[in-house]
């Protein structure tokens, strides 16, 4: 506004450059970049939560990989992957080699996965304030 209530028609037109630099954003791009950046995170996570036993030194953590970005209508999906063959059972907890007692699971992809949806609003948003800030403070 300039002085007295009116309007600066130069100030206005700014803003409206800046509305069309936002209209034309790539916003398919940003929607696998925030789709890459969750996977990420759970990466990170689940390599962490990933217990490294004395027999195989590590073979299950270093299994961890993501994949490709696919976009299914309106839906952006990531695979975080472990293809070790013994990774669904120290997920979820198996029997003893002799069949007498049970190895508890110890979650390191469900619990990962539960933090990383939860902080996903926050996280989203920040990379959404980004964008904005970005379109409406460069020229």
Known sequence: MGRGGRVDLRQLKAFERKLAKLATADYEKFCE???????????????????????????????????????SGSVYEIEVINPVEYAQYVEFGHRTSNHQGWVPGRFMMTISADQVEQQAPTILQKKLYTMLKEAFNGD
Do not use: H, N, S, Y
């Not at 970049?33 to 996977?39: G, V």
């Not at 995170?41 to 696919?70: F, Y």
């Open 33 to 71: 970049d925030c789709a890459k950046e969750l996977a990420a995170r759970l990466l990170g996570k689940v390599i962490r939560r990933t217990p490294v036993a004395k027999v195989d030194g590590g073979t299950l953590r270093r299994g961890w990989t993501i994949g490709q970005v696919k976009k």
